[in-house]
Structures are given as C-alpha cells and as structure tokens.
C-alpha cells in the first residue's frame, strides 16, 4: 500500500513563502503523477499543482508564477514551492497519487494546513 506523508504547513504572513514536502513510502506504481490539491472553506477541492507521469508540469491559473511543483531525482517526494502568498492561499493542501491510465486519484496524504495571515 502506498502512503503519502505531507509536510511543511503553517502560519505564515501575505507576501510570505512556505514550502510544502510530500513523502511516498511502500509500493510506489511503476508509473504515476502526483498532485497538490487545496481544500478551502466553502470551496471543493482544488487542484494547484501536478507533475505528471512523464515529467510533464500544470500549475493551476490562481497559483500560476507564485507555485512551483518539483520531485526528488527518484520522484519519492514531491515539493510545493509557494512564494508571494495571498490569504486566499489559506487552506489544507493535499498530496495525491494518480497511478498511469487511472482517472482518478486513488493514494491521499493527511493533508497540511497552510494559514495566510497577518
């Protein structure tokens, strides 16, 4: 079974920056993307960020040139590098394994809470 450990989460002031870890530990699929999603009060979940299977990168609009999505060389971690952070960013962020040729993500961290705040 695979599971996913989130990291890095906290309170931290608009304009700050935070960095977010996400370790995969157990069976690993052969080939899978991994994915940043946020919960935010009111709001479904949102996907922010995700490298897919092959490498490729998709930052959502709302985080686009603030966000960075970047793995480990042996792809067990997964970052999320948030700079210039906006009290909107407030929320739980999650990490999320989606398994090649699956639709849907199947393997989901705890979830880390991320405040912006002054």
């Known amino acids: 079974q695979l599971q996913l450990l989130e990291s890095g989460g906290g309170l931290v002031q608009p304009g700050g920056s935070l960095r977010l870890s996400c370790a995969a530990s157990?069976?690993?699929?052969?080939?899978?993307?991994m994915g940043w999603f946020r919960q935010t009060p009111g709001k479904e979940r949102e996907l922010v960020a995700r490298?897919?299977?092959?490498?490729?990168?998709y930052h959502s609009t709302s985080v686009k040139g603030r966000f960075t999505i970047s793995t480990d060389n042996a792809k067990n971690t997964v970052f999320l590098q948030m700079n210039s952070l906006k009290p909107e960013d407030t929320g739980v962020y999650y990490c999320?394994?989606?398994?090649?040729?699956?639709?849907?993500?199947?393997?989901w961290g705890q979830g880390t809470q991320v405040t912006v705040s002054s």
């Open positions: 999320a394994v989606q398994r090649a040729g699956v639709s849907k993500y199947e393997y």
């Open positions: 157990g069976r690993t699929p052969s080939s899978y993307a």
């Open positions: 490298i897919g299977a092959r490498g490729t990168i």
